[in-house]
T-cell receptor, first 113, second 110 residues
Framework: GENVEQHPSTLSVQEGDSAVIKCTYSDSASNYFPWYKQELGKRPQLIIDIRSNVGEKKDQRIAVTLNKTAKHFSLHITETQPEDSAVYFC????????????FGTGTRLQVTL | KAGVTQTPRYLIKTRGQQVTLSCSPISGHRSVSWYQQTPGQGLQFLFE???????NKGNFPGRFSGRQFSNSRSEMNVSTLELGDSALYLCASSLGGEQFFGPGTRLTVL
């Protein structure tokens, strides 16, 4: 089955700096890669996603890149703000069959003033 | 559109009891997936239902079961509860890949 590794497990950046979280997946059939943000005590919220036919996607301060050959995908947050502090999860899924998301282990991002 | 809802939000049970959790997906979404979230194991897939059929199942014991109704609402049941079943149980509804999570049910087993 699919296995997703995520690094780093914790990340501390100063407000205004950039943050990068990296994931690797094992199943070359996976074709959908979402990123979720989970604040303390709240549900995971989809913040951005990318499909395997696209190499990069951007939405304001966040962007995701995908390297299918290396089976790597990354989340980039620029101009970080305190409200970006949360746990971020990457995930992978093959949309051709069931909707089974395999999650990474999460990255706790702390944006300090 | 209303989001995914889950009931109850909090539940306290004792070992050996059973519990049923409910999930109502976003209107029009036919797929409902269930996940268990714990500090130690992270987010783990339990099972997925689509059009009242279980389409995929994760690596959980048979004590964990589920079903889906014709209106796409789903329930999951855990029998013979163990202390290790204490977790946040999340359901997600999806349409074409994107999954949207409900607020979760926090289950505590004493």
């Amino acid at each position: 089955g699919e296995n997703v590794e995520q690094h780093p497990s914790t990340l501390s950046v100063q407000e205004g700096d950039s943050a990068v979280i990296k994931c690797t997946y094992s199943d070359s059939a996976s074709n959908y890669f979402p990123w979720y943000k989970q604040e303390l005590g709240k549900r995971p919220q989809l913040i951005i996603d990318i499909r395997s036919n696209v190499g990069e996607k951007k939405d304001q301060r966040i962007a995701v890149t995908l390297n299918k050959t290396a089976k790597h995908f990354s989340l980039h947050i620029t101009e970080t703000q305190p409200e970006d502090s949360a746990v971020y999860f990457c995930a992978a899924l093959y949309t051709g069959t069931a909707s089974k998301l395999t999650f990474g282990t999460g990255t706790r991002l702390q944006v300090t003033l | 559109k209303a989001g995914v809802t889950q009931t109850p939000r909090y539940l306290i049970k004792t070992r050996g009891q059973q519990v049923t959790l409910s999930c109502s997906p976003i209107s029009g979404h036919r797929s409902v997936s269930w996940y268990q979230q714990t500090p130690g194991q992270g987010l783990q897939f339990l099972f997925e239902y689509f059009s009242e059929t279980q389409r995929n199942k994760g690596n959980f014991p048979g004590r964990f079961s589920g079903r889906q109704f014709s209106n796409s609402r789903s329930e999951m049941n855990v029998s013979t509860l163990e202390l290790g079943d204490s977790a946040l149980y999340l359901c997600a509804s999806s349409l074409g890949g994107e999954q949207f999570f409900g607020p979760g049910t926090r289950l505590t087993v004493l």
